[in-house]
């Protein structure tokens, strides 16, 4: 079986890039031919993974829309795909990839990775993208072999906006293995890992430090990442109004320099009005690290395995739940720390996470009943 993705592995994009690289990575150790086209990447990209196969496309004339003449001439010349899966929507390269698909008369599948979300179709283009559903993507989803959600919550949204087509319902995977020993920081410190962008509402950790600040001067604020200069320069001058000494900026980080950061957390937080997923979770349990959400993501597994707090998302409750965090006696947080790791390997490993797939492929081509997780 041969299944070709659209995507990108550029470590800039984040969870879209990590998750498809680790779910290809887990389908080639099942023996499915599984590879990526993507756009040729600038110079100083850093690519997610080398251990899979690429197929470099012809970089788009512009990066909005990501339209490039060539692309589906280029797609059609990779020969003998019996799947292919699209990675969001809203771009030419879905688009592309469908009408290949359709011209080979071959089933494809469409990840709309969020960009389904009620948040995500307002917060930009709006009236494009409406224009867009009504010209063309609902007849797209609703001519896919199957949509692919990573929770059911983005399921919901999916019948809601009209969409009728199978959907299956899959986490993004992790890779599970022996991550560096978590040190024992001498204080309480909180991360933040991921893009600085006004949606991921880092600010609130910020304000709770602010307001916590009497009662655990000591406790410490690590934001690791880059993203929007101008939100970053907010956040920094936030921190000097309200006088903080204990909120470092780390800047992005990979490899060594993530892993030695990462160590020395005691809770990672993901305080955004709302995700899709949240790989950054993800990165936290599979390390041994407890974790903060909001209920802009689909994390009730936090609460129900008991790795950390799942709370609502305002100011107040981000607060609380920091401040329980900090109160939390150390022995604690490594019980909910093993907890998580213990839910990462049982339901999110790349193992577990591409076996899925894999059966959804398999029943697409009939080749299997349909699976549990594949609503009608």
């Not at 880092?202 to 880059?226: P, V």
Request: glycine share 6%; hydrophobic share 40%; net charge positive.
């Amino acid at each position: 079986m041969k299944v070709l993705y659209f995507g990108t592995l550029n470590y800039i994009a984040g969870g879209p890039a990590m998750s498809s690289y680790l779910t290809i990575k887990g389908l080639r150790e099942q023996k499915v031919d599984a590879q990526i086209s993507m756009f040729t990447l600038s110079k100083n990209a850093i690519l997610r993974g080398k251990e899979i196969p690429i197929n470099y496309c012809s970089a788009p004339w512009e990066n909005k829309f990501c339209y490039s003449p060539y692309l589906k001439k280029e797609l059609a010349t990779i020969n003998n795909v019996d799947i292919y899966h699209a990675q969001g929507v809203w771009q030419y390269p879905t688009y592309a990839l469908i009408d290949v698909s359709k011209k080979k008369d071959r089933p494809y599948i469409i990840s709309p990775r969020g960009m389904l979300y009620p948040q995500d179709i307002t917060k930009s283009s709006t009236i494009l993208k409406h224009f867009s559903l009504k010209w063309r993507l609902m007849r797209d989803l609703n001519s896919a072999a199957c949509i692919h959600t990573t929770c059911e919550e983005e399921m919901r949204y999916c019948r809601e906006l009209g969409v009728v087509s199978p959907i299956a319902v899959i986490p993004n995977p992790v890779e599970v293995k022996d991550y560096p020993t978590l040190i024992t920081p001498r204080v309480f410190t909180l991360g933040y890992i991921g893009r600085l962008s006004k949606r991921k509402n880092i600010e609130s950790l910020i304000y709770a430090f602010s307001k916590l600040r009497l009662k655990r001067s000591e406790a410490k604020l690590l934001i690791i990442g880059g993203g929007d200069s101008q939100y970053e320069e907010f956040l920094r001058s936030e921190v000097l109004r309200l006088q903080l000494d204990n909120v470092t900026f780390c800047g992005f980080l990979s490899g060594r320099e993530k892993e030695q950061a990462l160590a020395k957390i005691s809770v990672l937080a993901m305080p955004s009005n709302f995700e899709n997923f949240g790989n950054v979770i993800l990165e936290g349990l599979v390390r041994g690290i407890p974790c903060i959400a909001t209920k802009g993501a689909p994390w009730k597994d936090l609460i129900d395995y008991n790795c950390g707090w799942w709370v609502d998302y305002n100011q107040y409750s981000i607060t609380k739940a920091i401040r329980d965090a900090i109160n939390t006696p150390k022995y604690e947080l490594k019980k909910m720390g093993d907890n998580g790791k213990l839910l990462m390997a049982k339901k999110y490993s790349v193992e577990s996470v591409a076996s899925q797939m894999n059966s959804l492929y398999q029943w697409i081509l009939g080749d299997k009943e349909r699976p549990d997780f594949v609503f009608l």
